[in-house]
């Protein structure tokens, strides 16, 4: 997995922290929503 999960919640994608839409996490090159 690209992006390290750091929070149940919320994941860090390229070092910035995005708020998890489902409780799946998308590679940080693949992020379009």
């Given at each position: 997995?690209?992006?390290k999960a750091l929070?149940?919640?919320t994941y860090?994608?390229?070092g910035r922290h995005v708020?998890?839409?489902r409780g799946e996490?998308?590679?940080s090159s693949r992020?379009?929503?």
């Open positions: 997995m690209a992006a929070d149940p919640g860090s994608v390229g708020a998890k839409p996490v998308r590679d992020l379009d929503r």
